[in-house]
């Protein structure tokens, strides 16, 4: 474990929530459970009243909104009142006729008064052929971002696939450096793959990382949620 002392603490959850289409009851205990300071949520509200709906999500998890909705494809940023957002804003992939529109969602925000970082989310395509040049408009982004990035994503593709090596490259594979690699996150029914990815600046040290495989979390979605405890280096 890492010297708190060294850093400034947050924990981040990253969770794919199936479009919220599992049991929502067990969804909420589950985050509320985990205690996040940042959760970073794929398959979020995107259509129709998607701002009162990711506003209701938020609040069921003992959250608020910090980015992310419709802007950014269902992507959705939340944070704890001790994380203040500083700046957003969204991205949009290209859209490939018959597939999904996807995007990604960004936030700069401030922890603990001297720790400063940059969020992000996103949703790759299920699609091999459409993935890798998502990855690449992602990575642009994280690769201009103003402070040291948080970024996590369903990939779908694992570890050693083209999408997932270009979003690692330079960045800290959370799980790799907790040497807990071996935690599946897809699917809940038939744990078999790792899919879901959450990556760190340098910078910042992983101090803890797992994959929640309760029965609940079976319960509240086909992805298992990812939680990583982080320490953040201060601002000079």
């Known amino acids: ?20 289409r599992d049991d929502v009851a067990a969804l909420a205990t589950v985050v509320r459970q985990l205690a ?17 709906k990711s506003a209701t ?19 959705l940023l939340l944070v704890s009142l001790r994380v203040r957002v500083t700046g957003v804003r969204h991205q949009r992939f290209p859209l ?5 529109m996807r995007g ?3 936030a700069d925000c401030v922890v603990g008064g001297p720790a400063r970082f940059t969020v992000a989310g996103s949703h790759l395509a299920t699609d091999p052929v459409e993935r ?15 402070l040291p990035v948080i970024a996590a994503a369903d990939l779908n593709e694992e570890p050693d696939g083209p999408a997932w090596c270009t979003v690692a490259h330079g960045l800290t594979d959370a799980a790799v450096a907790a040497d807990r ?18 990556f760190v600046d340098p910078r910042i040290t992983v101090v803890d990382y797992d994959v929640l495989d309760t029965p609940l979390s079976r319960r509240a979605s086909d ?14």
């Open 57 to 75: 999500l938020a609040a069921s998890f003992g959250l608020v909104v910090a980015a992310g909705g419709l802007p950014a494809l269902g992507n």
């Open 104 to 106: 990604a969602a960004y």
């Open 96 to 100: 490939t006729p018959g597939r999904h």
């Open 223 to 236: 992805h298992f949620p990812i939680v990583v405890d982080l320490l953040l280096p201060v601002a000079d």
């Open 36 to 52: 996040p300071d940042v959760l970073i949520v794929q398959e979020g509200p995107r259509r129709f009243g998607w701002r009162a």
């Open 181 to 198: 690699a071996d935690r599946l996150t897809y699917s809940c029914a038939d744990p078999r793959r790792r899919i879901d990815g959450v």
């Open 1 to 20: 474990m890492a010297d708190a002392s060294c850093g400034v603490p947050l924990r981040v959850v990253s969770y794919n929530v199936h479009g919220q």
């Open 132 to 146: 890798p040049d998502q990855a690449k408009l992602f990575k642009r982004e994280l690769d201009v971002a103003p």
